[in-house]
């Protein structure tokens, strides 16, 4: 089974502060998902295939990585942006495997 | 616009049995492999089953194989889990979801396993 490990769990920033959130796969994946999830709604697909934003889904968020290491930037916080993050990797299974989360908040 | 919407959650007593659906319109369903996922309270994200477009492969997650079933009716547009033997760590809110990319999710239906 392939483990994810999100980090930071938690963090907080500014708004127009650049954000990364990492995740880091036990073994190497093809592409990693980013799903968005705020309090009390279902989580939504966010960014595919490692770099590719989902419909809607603002400018300002880009996705990069290969191999174990992958990450998502926003890069200029707004307080929409506020929600749960998780990476899931789907080129492995079973089981597909999601990273615990990483919490942003803002200042 | 597709659509999920799932049923079927409640309170059940440990080893006892439930059975969830997810209705999706919107899409061509026989078209798609689907999946259910579910959140603990508190808790983050875990994949339960999936299942491919025409039914003819299932996979699972260690813990709940050989007490959970995944199906679908096509006909129906319709997924189904049905939940066997269960127990308290499977309480949770579970999501249906489209797809070899989850790339839609249900509103989810919480299910609540005490005595």
């Known amino acids: 089974e392939i483990v994810l490990t999100q980090s930071p769990t938690t963090m907080a920033a500014s708004p127009g502060e650049k954000v990364t959130l990492n995740c880091l796969a036990s073994?190497?994946?093809?592409?990693m998902n980013w799903y968005q999830q705020k309090s009390g709604a279902s989580p939504k697909l966010w960014i595919y295939?490692?770099?590719n934003l989902a419909s809607g889904v603002p400018n300002r968020f880009s996705g990069s990585g290969s191999g174990t290491s992958y990450s998502l930037t926003i890069s200029s916080m707004e307080a929409e942006d506020v929600a749960t993050y998780y990476c899931?990797?789907?080129?492995?299974?079973?089981?597909?495997?999601f990273g615990s989360g990483t919490k942003l908040e803002i200042k | 616009e597709v659509q999920l919407v799932e049923s079927g959650g409640g309170l059940v007593q440990p080893g006892r049995s439930l059975k969830l659906s997810c209705a999706a319109s919107?899409?061509?369903?026989?078209?798609?492999?689907m999946a259910w996922v579910r959140q603990a309270p508190t808790k983050g994200l875990e994949w339960v089953a999936s299942?491919?477009?025409?039914?003819?492969?299932?996979y699972y997650r260690d813990s709940v194989k050989g007490r959970f079933t995944i199906s679908r009716d096509n006909a129906k547009s319709t997924l189904y889990l049905q939940m066997d033997s269960l127990r308290s760590e499977d309480t949770a809110t579970y999501y249906c979801?489209?797809?070899?990319?989850?790339?839609?999710w249900g509103q989810g239906v919480m299910v609540t396993v005490s005595s």
């Open positions: 979801t489209r797809g070899r990319t989850f790339d839609y």
């Open positions: 919107g899409f061509t369903f026989s078209n798609y492999y």
């Open positions: 299942i491919t477009n025409s039914g003819g492969s299932t």
């Open positions: 073994s190497s994946v093809s592409y």
């Open positions: 295939g490692t770099s």
């Open positions: 899931l990797q789907l080129s492995s299974y079973p089981p597909f495997t």
